[in-house]
């Protein structure tokens, strides 16, 4: 994993331009599609041809960034990617219609073709086509550029482009995971602010790991991350501008600040503060740093998450006896319980950027789950369940949760944390990749 | 852990002696063997003398934050030493054990810790004297996950942040 450099996140322009075969202009209907709510029993076999280069380097280019399209379909549990070997019609003009007889003869029902060009100027040309084999037409077609170092971007958001126009809802490829890297024994575990592609690609450190770091949060609208950090005294909320590099304390308080999220608009951080033994819930404006109180029961108040509209927190209380789930107003008022009585333990609630949902852990035996239930509190259901799940961030689009699982330790072995992703229809449950050891995931919006 | 390593090899120690000297009964010219005893290098006022004959750790059950009889015994032993080196100061560290949430915990860890604190101050000790930080269940000193390395790692933990004798 290499570390940090600013221009690591210099933002990359992108060109975009639609491609259209005239007479496959406008679709009239098209036979594939997906109905994201109920699931998909079936991944839908589609053939991503290697996209093709005009010499040799574009050709590698062009096969590098076929791959990363056919990752990220595949491991959205949505598609079957088919091997490239049992394709009977190889693919040489970007420019000709397909020969649907023989895609559907190998099962296909999707088909994505591309070509890569790295122009003189530095700039990386890629053009690709979605075609329908039973419709046999041109679903999409579109032309990206960028520069050459960007290719892997390049993929993702022809992937998203296929997954959006399939599934009629944004993709979600093209974005980043803040996560906490960690490493050695348990009694003495380091801890290394860490981000990486959605995919595990391009890890890097944010943090040497001197002092625990926990709980990292992108910001809604700019390069920054606000995460916990016990490299002062007190343990403390910071803002690390992906930019920079620079991090920045939220604010001066007397008491420990944790679990820290950005308000929808990026202009604030909601956040707990433990001020004379009573732990609650507060915001403050990142300019002006002044805190505004928002609970003031002497319960614990934690891990507020703002609804994407702003207008109301979800946020943990043990108020009633054990920790449950809770929602109020923006400013505080009309706090009432969520999490239906008798069940478990309910903590970590996060809203999801839909709004329709609140994903949370819940503890009930021996177990922890991930779960999800409408801001009503109504619609309970749970989609993981292990020794340890904890901690559910959700994609941009609403459709996908990540979360931490830590293996039991036994007899000197396990006890490690690793990143887990669950489809919300409760699906295609997977281990992401990270470089070691890992947990507290947090997805970044769509990059633009 | 560590605290038990030592304690076993200081006992290494003292019963290897103990056979020298049962063998130099039969031996004239060996010379007399120096047993120390364990204690006896700790320095009065110092941070091990906190740790060895004061104790520094108290215990919590399950989710909560009340200082159990147990520790109130600990507890009065350290506002005692307190009392008797006025100058030093001591970090209250609040820990938990893994079958909590992380921020929960870290919220949970912080109670224990002022919990800690305030039965500290209402034997006398001053206020000023004491800060409080929580740790949440990221620093364990046992790392098995069952009944007893919970209990171990539901703990408040004192550390002599300033002032100790060397």
Not at chain 2, 99 to 117: H, I, M, P, Q, S
Request: hydrophobic share 35%.
């Amino acid at each position: 994993m290499k570390t940090i450099g600013s221009k690591f996140f210099a933002r990359a322009a992108f060109a975009l331009a639609s491609l259209a075969l005239a007479a496959f202009a406008t679709p009239a209907f098209a036979a594939l599609e997906i109905k994201l709510d109920q699931g998909v029993a079936q991944p839908i076999p589609i053939a991503i041809t290697e996209f093709l280069g005009a010499n040799a380097r574009d050709q590698q280019t062009a096969s590098q960034i076929a791959g990363v399209v056919r990752g990220d379909l595949e491991r959205s549990g949505l598609f079957q990617p088919l091997d490239p070997r049992s394709f009977i019609e190889k693919v040489t003009n970007f420019g000709a219609i397909p020969r649907f007889a023989d895609w559907r003869g190998i099962r296909a029902q999707g088909l994505v073709t591309g070509q890569a060009t790295l122009l003189p100027d530095g700039q990386l040309k890629v053009d690709f086509r979605l075609w329908d084999i039973f419709g046999e037409q041109q679903m999409v077609g579109l032309t990206f550029s960028t520069t050459a170092e960007n290719w892997r971007r390049l993929g993702h958001l022809i992937a998203d482009a296929i997954y959006e126009r399939l599934t009629g809802e944004k993709g979600y490829f093209d974005t980043r995971i803040v996560f906490v890297s960690e490493s050695g024994p348990k009694i003495k575990r380091r801890y290394r602010l860490s981000i990486m592609d959605q995919d595990g690609a391009n890890p890097s450190f944010l943090t040497g790991g001197e002092f625990i770091v926990l709980s990292p949060r992108f910001s809604p609208t700019t390069q920054a991350i606000t995460y916990m950090s016990y490299e002062r005294t007190t343990p403390s909320v910071f803002v690390f501008d992906l930019q920079t590099g620079q991090r920045e304390v939220i604010g001066q308080y007397a008491g420990m600040t944790f679990a820290p999220r950005f308000t929808p608009d990026g202009n604030r951080v909601v956040f707990s503060y433990s001020r004379d033994n009573n732990v609650d819930v507060y915001v403050a404006d990142l300019r002006s740093r002044r805190p505004v109180r928002l609970t003031q029961d002497p319960g614990i108040d934690t891990s507020p998450s703002f609804a994407p509209d702003g207008s109301r927190v979800v946020f943990n209380s043990d108020r009633g006896g054990s920790p449950q789930l809770y929602v109020m107003n923006a400013d505080g008022s009309g706090q009432m319980r969520i999490s239906p009585p008798g069940q478990g333990r309910y903590t970590t609630p996060v809203w999801s950027p839909r709004g329709d949902l609140i994903a949370f852990t819940k503890q009930a035996g021996q177990t922890f789950a991930i779960g999800v239930m409408r801001p009503d509190g109504s619609g309970e259901r749970i989609l993981t369940q292990s020794f340890s799940d904890e901690g559910p961030t959700w994609s941009p689009n609403g459709r996908v949760i990540l979360f931490t699982r830590t293996t039991p330790g036994r007899g000197g072995v396990g006890g490690g944390s690793t990143i887990w992703s669950i489809d919300l229809t409760g699906k295609n449950e997977r281990k992401v990749i990270t470089p070691g050891e890992a947990s507290d995931p947090a997805w970044s919006p769509l990059n633009r | 852990m560590l605290r038990g390593a030592t304690t076993f090899k200081l006992a290494l120690v003292v019963v290897a002696a103990s056979l020298l000297a049962a063998c130099s009964s039969t031996k004239e010219e060996a010379p007399a063997p120096v047993v120390t005893a364990p204690t006896s290098s700790i320095k009065p006022g110092s941070a091990d003398d906190f740790r060895v004959n004061v104790g520094d750790t108290v215990f919590f059950d399950t989710d909560a934050h009340s200082i159990r009889s147990d520790a109130q015994t600990v507890l009065q032993k350290q506002a005692a030493w307190l009392k008797q080196y006025p100058a030093a100061k001591l970090m209250l560290e609040g820990h938990c054990d893994e079958r909590g949430t992380r921020e929960y915990n870290l919220a949970l860890g912080d109670r224990r810790a002022y919990a800690v604190k305030e039965f500290l101050v209402s034997l006398g000790v001053d206020a000023a004297r004491l800060q409080t930080k929580s740790y949440g269940k990221e620093r364990p000193v046992c790392s098995e996950s069952d009944d007893s390395c919970w209990q171990q790692n539901r703990r408040g933990f004192s550390v002599i942040a300033a002032g100790a004798g060397s």
